[in-house]
């Protein structure tokens, strides 16, 4: 696959949280999320946020306190789908607008990206469509997505799990 260039991260039950919206500023990261960003980022890799978030739609949070979220956590972009399922964009997880925007943008080649998230049915899903490195995290949603919703996700594994952010980014760059 060559060497990796890029890695997108899930916030909600990924990065802290509970795996349901939680507002920017209520927002509580699990141990070590912060010291497995910048170890990606030490290693020469772009840090993105791939992040579903339609409460942006309802109006209970806005767009910019997501991006300014990402920032101090030492993203290098936030990459945001702020639709109702029902919009029915091109951005929202498991659609892959938001990695194809990251790859224009960037210069990217999604095979040489990976993706971190919880849920199998649309983290996994999008990071499969992309050709992208697929991890899972045990933490928020993913061990259900390995369990009770596996039926939602049937056909794609994972290419690692992990328990949690830092052992995802561990894992990552000792590939
Ligand atoms: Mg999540
Ligand atoms: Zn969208």
Same mark, same amino acid.
């Given at each position: 696959m060559?060497? /990796? $260039?890029a890695?997108?991260i899930d916030?909600d039950g990924?990065?802290g949280?509970t795996g349901?919206?939680i507002? =920017?500023?209520?927002?509580?990261?699990?141990?070590?999320? !912060?010291?497995a960003?910048?170890l990606?980022?030490?290693?020469g %890799?772009r840090?993105? +946020?791939f992040t579903? $978030?339609?409460?942006i @739609?309802?109006g *209970? @949070?806005a767009i910019?306190?997501?991006e *300014?979220q990402?920032r101090?956590?030492g993203?290098?972009q936030a990459?945001i789908?702020?639709?109702?399922? *029902? &919009? #029915?964009?091109?951005?929202?997880?498991?659609g892959?607008? /938001?990695?194809?925007q990251a790859a +224009?943008?960037?210069? %990217?080649d !999604?095979?040489?990206c990976?993706v971190?998230?919880d849920? #199998?049915?649309t983290d996994?899903?999008a990071a499969?469509?992309a #050709? &992208?490195l697929k991890?899972?995290?045990?933490?928020?949603? #993913?061990?259900?997505? !390995?369990?009770e919703?596996k039926h939602?996700? =049937?056909?794609? *594994?994972?290419?690692y799990? &992990?328990a949690?952010?830092?052992? &995802?980014?561990?894992? !990552?760059?000792n590939?």
């Amino acid at each position: 696959m060559g060497e /990796m $260039q890029a890695v997108f991260i899930d916030r909600d039950g990924t990065l802290g949280g509970t795996g349901h919206f939680i507002h =920017p500023r209520d927002f509580t990261l699990y141990p070590r999320a !912060l010291e497995a960003i910048a170890l990606l980022k030490g290693s020469g %890799l772009r840090i993105f +946020a791939f992040t579903n $978030q339609h409460r942006i @739609a309802r109006g *209970e @949070a806005a767009i910019e306190e997501f991006e *300014e979220q990402f920032r101090t956590y030492g993203f290098d972009q936030a990459y945001i789908c702020p639709h109702s399922s *029902e &919009a #029915g964009c091109a951005c929202r997880k498991p659609g892959i607008g /938001m990695l194809l925007q990251a790859a +224009a943008e960037h210069g %990217l080649d !999604l095979a040489r990206c990976a993706v971190i998230g919880d849920v #199998g049915d649309t983290d996994m899903i999008a990071a499969h469509r992309a #050709g &992208a490195l697929k991890i899972l995290v045990r933490t928020g949603w #993913g061990e259900g997505s !390995l369990t009770e919703f596996k039926h939602r996700w =049937p056909d794609i *594994e994972p290419d690692y799990i &992990a328990a949690e952010i830092w052992e &995802a980014a561990r894992y !990552l760059i000792n590939r």
